[in-house]
T-cell receptor, first 114, second 113 residues
Framework: AQSVTQLGSHVSVSEGALVLLRCNYS??????LFWYVQYPNQGLQLLLK??????LVKGINGFEAEFKKSETSFHLTKPSAHMSDAAEYFC????????????FGAGTRLAVHP | EAGVTQFPSHSVIEKGQTVTLRCDPI?????LYWYRRVMGKEIKFLLH????????ESGMPNNRFLAERTGGTYSTLKVQPAELEDSGVYFC???????????FGPGTRLTVL
């Protein structure tokens, strides 16, 4: 079975500060891991994904995430927050073989203050 | 290229009524997925089509939900009769092959009163 835990349903940072959104997963098989973002009134957009290549994954809009198997973590970071980063972020896991549904965490809403 | 589209964007219905949600995947995508997010909780998988066939419907909550994908193009999700707990946002996603990125639509917000 697979599951995802996102620590912190709400995170608030100042513009220009480091963004750190935490994600821990549980999986009995080697996982694929994803971060999606949902801006207001829009659908989910893929930020980045880990598919067993490089453990440090770079995504769009300056975000990156590091897969740490020993810690079963896939935390999302961005060195300097921008006002436009305010959104809800979802971590998800899937299996690696065949057709795989996504298992999502509960989401983290990021607020960015001037 | 057009993305995944969903209709309607919002639907408000009374308990006991029927509602049909529609999803148009990206052209050429054989795989179509339905997910649902109940208020404040995680997004949960409902079912997966490969072309017109149901590959996995393990997430369908009960037999009040009926999904179809006739002809392997667009899909509909019917809720009949709707209950209060069916309220939430219903997302559709599609991808071309196994393991490919799933592209999501904007969702349909369903409110059952």
């Amino acid at each position: 079975a697979q599951s995802v835990t996102q620590l912190g349903s709400h995170v608030s940072v100042s513009e220009g500060a480091l963004v750190l959104l935490r994600c821990n997963y549980s999986s009995s098989v080697p996982p694929y891991l994803f971060w999606y973002v949902q801006y207001p009134n829009q659908g989910l957009q893929l930020l980045l994904k880990y598919t067993s290549a490089a453990t440090l994954v770079k995504g769009i809009n300056g975000f990156e995430a590091e897969f740490k198997k020993s810690e079963t973590s896939f935390h999302l970071t961005k060195p300097s927050a921008h006002m436009s980063d305010a959104a809800e972020y979802f971590c998800a896991v899937s299996g690696t073989g065949g057709y795989n549904k996504l298992i999502f965490g509960a989401g983290t809403r990021l607020a960015v203050h001037p | 290229e057009a993305g995944v589209t969903q209709f309607p964007s919002h639907s408000v219905i009374e308990k006991g009524q029927t509602v049909t949600l529609r999803c148009d995947p990206i052209s050429g995508h054989d795989n179509l997925y339905w997910y649902r997010r109940v208020m404040g909780k995680e997004i949960k998988f409902l079912l997966h089509f490969v072309k017109e066939s149901k590959q996995d419907e393990s997430g369908m909550p009960n037999n009040r939900f009926l999904a179809e994908r006739t002809g392997g193009t667009y899909s509909t999700l019917k809720v009949q009769p709707a209950e209060l707990e069916d309220s939430g946002v219903y997302f559709c996603a599609s991808n071309q092959g196994a393991g490919d990125t799933q592209y999501f639509g904007p969702g349909t917000r369903l409110t059952v009163l």
